[in-house]
């Protein structure tokens, strides 16, 4: 499969992420116990996306120098749109990642350390899936309308199912855990595992840790596909995820007191999928251009946080 990815990108990109993650990780409130505030959360946010923004105006800057304006035009467009819908979906994530921690009763300060390991998680898995999506593609043209009936079908069930609220007392992996380990009652600060009576047990932390991983696994089967749809370069497709990613842990924080807001939000997402797996189902008949369907995924995501705000107000003005 033909990529815009040489040596020197590839380079590039790895030490972007590393310095940044040795930031977050030993910089940013370090390992420690650390509660993330609202100011801190936004400026994260901010520096994140920018950074983003920055290695797209690279990236283009590298291509038009080495394959030409058309090159650059078209892949920096398709890192943009990549990095867009990755971060819209990751939104949904962000609202799993509220109702695991308050159904543990995790509190905000000891949430950093589980969204640390669930970064991490999330890169790895992403970079195993990307490539052996990019080389089954090259394998099997089909499986295209495979991955584009899925994000069909997955659009029209978070549409039904958006206000649906999901049992996790009756969670099976959960029950699971629960029936081969012995687990506290109470948390033990940011500790995993604790021995009481010679025996170890694990704690909720660790518990709501693996839910945390499960969930990064389940929205990377839905998001992956979703962007092959954009481009099947695995650079572009691997770099537009990783960005997206490096920037959960601050968005999460940065709408822990906000998720109320964003109601009608799914709908949006939904929407989003709907279309890219229409798109991607008819990629042999009319391949359609990459601008507009930035232009369709940001208006979809613009109109259903504008309309979450209007119902807010709305429902205020009559409380």
């Known amino acids: 499969m033909e990529s815009v990815g040489s040596p020197e990108l590839w380079v590039a990109f790895a030490t972007v992420v590393v310095v940044m993650l ?13 509660r993330v505030s609202f100011r801190e959360a936004a400026t994260w ?23 030409g304006r058309e090159v650059a035009n078209q892949k920096s467009l398709e890192f943009v749109t990549g990095y867009l819908i990755e971060k819209s979906l990751a939104v949904d994530n962000v609202f799993v990642w509220l109702m695991l921690f308050s159904f ?8 950093k350390r589980i969204l640390v390991f669930g970064v991490l998680g999330a890169i790895v898995m992403r970079t195993i899936m990307i490539f052996a999506g990019a080389w089954l593609i090259t394998q099997f043209h089909w499986i295209l309308y495979v991955f584009g009936a899925f994000l069909l079908i997955t659009g029209i069930k978070m549409w ?35 021995m009481q009576d010679g025996v170890r047990y694990a704690t909720p932390l660790f518990l709501a840790l693996v ?10 089967v839905d998001s992956i596909p979703a962007i092959f ?3 099947s370069d ?7 995820n990783v960005f997206a990613i490096l920037g959960l842990r601050a968005m999460y924080f940065l709408l822990a ?22 798109k991607m189902i008819l990629i042999d008949i009319y391949k359609i251009p990459v601008g507009f369907s930035l232009a369709v995924v940001a208006t979809f995501i613009g109109i259903s946080i504008g309309l979450s705000l209007r119902k807010e107000m709305l429902e205020r003005e009559r409380a």
């Open 229 to 231: 749809a954009i481009t």
């Open 104 to 111: 543990f009763g995790i509190p905000l300060e000891l949430q």
């Open 45 to 67: 946010s901010v520096v994140w996306v920018m950074i983003s923004l920055l290695f797209a105006a690279a990236l283009w800057w590298y291509l038009e120098g080495s394959a």
């Open 234 to 240: 695995p650079f572009i497709v691997l770099t537009s």
């Open 257 to 278: 007191d906000m998720a109320n807001r964003f109601s009608l939000l799914k709908y949006g997402l939904a929407a989003v999928l709907v279309f890219i797996g229409l």
């Open 22 to 34: 040795a930031i977050d990780l030993f910089v940013v409130g370090g390992g420690k116990e650390h």
């Open 160 to 194: 039904w199912f958006a206000d649906a609220k999901p049992d996790l007392e009756n969670n099976a992996i959960l029950k699971w855990l629960r029936g081969h380990m012995k687990v506290t009652d109470k948390l033990h600060g940011e500790r995993f595992f604790v």
């Open 211 to 220: 839910l945390v991983e499960i969930s990064d696994l389940i929205f990377a």
